[in-house]
């Protein structure tokens, strides 16, 4: 087997021997097959995904074991954070080994090395007399071993076209699943694919999902959904012969074991659906079978395995506190059972399904900050739908969110995604009074989750949120240098920082005991925190300079319905109420900004086919309301430097687009990111920059047995 080297190392594949100038360097096993697997494809970029296969094979491991390996392995090369020249960072992506190696032939071994052949016969025949012992102790007291989880990696989606959906088949052989292309049908014995096609009058700019297969293996039940959440449910056949519509502006869960009922919910936006519905599989006799309160929302909705009840995951906003839960109910909306119950400080559920033999396997988040999930499992009654046991843990570094669980009819297999996010910051320079912008260029080039969300008031610097620590900090970067400054740190996150009006201060929230958030302020340059007020039910705060010096928080009303707008001071805390306006009991999350000048408020909804923007007025003017027409889906509202109008993100599932809209609502695209599923972007005080925040995903899909 070869030997490399490469600089002052030496790295023999069989000995498994690093070499420095000569001298041994001691690396952990899997550090090492990290730094080798690196070596042996050098010159091209290796994937997250493809490392992490192959440096635990058979194995689901967190991607943090990965960072930590090459955090190892570069300490050990000598390469530091400005200059790593052994192994680039691809953002979001991977890693690549960047110097020059040759390989060496075994003639030219150093002394080390044949020193280690020709005493291999002692370790050899030590190993030799263990492996007789262990097989005679193996031999007289045999015993059960049981099944190994392993995991195999499906799909091999790179972050621009992230797997939306997948759903393996009843019999285990084959993995239906979606992505910008459509929906793929892929032989897993072969790897072996097709795409279906598409229905007619389905527009191939709509993305489909897949839902569940039929328990014959014959068809699938399938949804398209647009940017602003409607669209259709339809069957197709797994040959692409034959596609049925069976209901609008609806979509599905999932065909119950007998193929004879779909159960599925109306088309809403996100976090906002609260209906369970079931029809039968030809699309008639639909009847509601359960309905939530308004600050409730469901999704994850799987029958049970004698088709006789549903199982569903439950969320409820209580005050500032959000609570789920995990439950059962029979096929008329009653006898409702908690299975598991989540807690405002507890780590969410994600995703469920519901095994043959009984047992409901969820995945469930690490930390209530973690992006990293595990798969747990438990075991429920499916009669009465009550659980019969403890939660039990099923993988110990299950990896990043886990979702989109499915499984085979016999619950031998079990296919999920594993999903990863990640938020870019980039620096664009304005033209032309603020409408045009040249492609922007990283403003940080790290790999953690970066986002821009406001200005110092010399437009020098970007205070931005950042995990590159473990934890949601607070970074100032200089538009002028590659290192950020550090201003929160510690034990607790911080997020979301605005300039206070005189500029001295950065004010943020941190999480706190209470079901309350604290709002505190640190002085622009770094120093001691302290405490300003305390924040429920909270939207968004904002605050404008000079010569309006405002500071305003959007509230929604202990009933949620009203959305209340009150004034405060950085050091003074709550001030006078500004506006109380009536809130739609449909709308979900939203975006929202103070004008430069104080006048206005700027609310929109996110999730609809059109952006609306709402201004309200805070000098005693008419309110009005500004449509972008034919953008879907805003991600982000600022107000642009002069006040004349917006910069704001437009997301569908061709990607997202930064705007420029005017106050009549005409729009000019400034940049286009195909593989961004949110974008925004913040401008400097004096009009001349734009901070701007890309988030991508990567998904893909494996399937685990033997759990």
Not at 473 to 486: L, N
Not at 673 to 701: C, F, K, M
Request: with cysteine; aromatic share 8%.
């Amino acid at each position: 087997m070869p030997r490399y080297t490469f600089g002052s190392f030496s790295l023999d594949s069989e000995t498994r021997l690093l070499l420095r100038d000569g001298e041994p360097v001691l690396m952990a096993g899997k550090t090492l097959d990290t730094l080798l697997v690196l070596v042996q494809n050098r010159g091209r970029l290796v994937d997250k995904d493809e490392l992490l296969a192959r440096i635990w094979p058979g194995t689901v491991v967190e991607e943090a074991n990965l960072s930590q390996n090459i955090f190892t392995v570069r300490k050990i090369l000598g390469d530091s954070p400005k200059d790593h020249r052994y192994i680039a960072t691809i953002a979001g992506r991977g890693y690549q080994f960047v110097a020059p190696v040759a390989e060496v032939t075994a003639a030219t071994l150093p002394e080390p090395h044949r020193f280690w052949a020709r005493n291999r016969t002692i370790p050899l025949t030590a190993i030799a007399v263990a492996v007789v012992l262990a097989a005679w102790f193996v031999l007289r007291f045999p015993s059960k071993t049981p099944a190994e989880l392993t995991q195999l990696r499906l799909t091999f989606n790179p972050s621009e076209n992230p797997v939306g959906s997948a759903a393996i088949s009843p019999d285990g052989r084959y993995l239906a699943y979606s992505d910008t292309a459509g929906i793929r049908l892929k032989l897993l014995s072969t790897g072996e694919e097709r795409l279906i096609p598409t229905p007619g009058g389905v527009p191939l700019s709509v993305a489909s999902h897949v839902d569940s297969w039929f328990p014959d293996g014959t068809q699938l039940l399938v949804h398209s959904k647009d940017a602003d959440g409607h669209g259709s449910m339809w069957t197709t056949s797994v040959m692409g012969q034959s596609t049925s519509e069976l209901r609008r502006d609806a979509s599905g869960w999932a065909v119950s074991p007998d193929g004879r009922h779909i159960a599925f919910s109306p088309s809403v936006p996100l976090y906002s659906g609260r209906e369970i519905w079931m029809m039968d599989s030809q699309g008639d006799n639909a009847q509601k079978i359960l309905g939530l309160e308004a600050d409730e929302w469901l999704w994850s909705v799987h029958w049970s395995p004698d088709g006789q009840r549903l199982a569903y995951i439950r969320a409820k906003r209580v005050s500032n506190k959000l609570l789920q839960f995990t439950e059962t109910c029979d096929l008329k909306g009653a006898n409702r059972v908690e299975v598991l119950a989540i807690r405002d400080q507890d780590p969410w559920v994600q995703d469920i399904v519901w095994l043959p033999e009984g047992r409901i396997v969820y995945s469930q988040l690490e930390s209530p900050t973690s992006n990293n999930a595990n798969l747990w499992q438990i075991d429920v009654d499916t009669q009465r739908g009550t659980p019969t046991s403890r939660p039990r843990r099923l993988t110990q570094r299950g990896g990043p969110r886990l979702w989109g669980l499915s499984a085979s009819a016999d619950g031998k297999r079990l296919a999920l995604q594993k999903a990863t996010f990640q938020g870019q910051a980039y620096l664009g320079q304005l033209e032309a009074g603020g409408t045009r912008m040249p492609p922007p260029r990283r403003l940080t080039k790290d790999e953690a989750n970066d986002s821009p969300m406001a200005w110092t008031t010399d437009s020098k610097a970007v205070l931005s949120v950042s995990d590159r620590d473990g934890i949601p900090v607070i970074f100032k970067q200089a538009i002028a240098r590659d290192e950020p400054e550090v201003l929160t740190a510690g034990q607790k996150s911080a997020y979301l920082p605005r300039l206070s009006p005189d500029g001295a201060s950065v004010l943020y929230l941190e999480p706190s005991a209470t079901p309350a958030v604290r709002m505190m302020r640190i002085p622009v340059n770094g120093g001691l925190p302290q405490f300003v007020l305390e924040l429920r039910n909270w939207i968004d705060f904002q605050c404008t300079g000079a010569p309006a010096n405002l500071c305003a928080i959007l509230e929604e009303s202990e009933d949620q319905k009203q959305l209340i707008l009150t004034a405060f001071d950085p050091i003074k805390g709550r001030g006078k109420l500004l506006r109380a306006v009536e809130k739609d009991p449909n709308a979900g999350d939203f975006a929202a900004g103070l004008s430069p000048d104080g006048a206005a408020f700027a609310i929109a909804r996110r999730g609809e086919a059109e952006i609306h923007i709402r201004l309200l007025s805070l000098s005693g003017g008419a309110d009005r309301e500004i449509i972008v027409r034919n953008w879907p889906n805003i991600s982000g509202l600022y107000w642009s430097a002069d006040g004349k109008g917006f910069y704001c993100g437009s997301t569908s599932p061709q990607g997202s687009s930064l705007l420029h809209a005017d106050l009549t609502g005409t729009a000019q695209v400034l940049w286009r990111n195909t593989g961004a599923t949110g974008i925004g972007g913040v401008p400097s005080p004096d009009g001349r920059y734009l901070a701007l925040w890309a988030e991508s995903s990567n998904s893909n899909v494996w399937v685990l047995e033997g759990f």
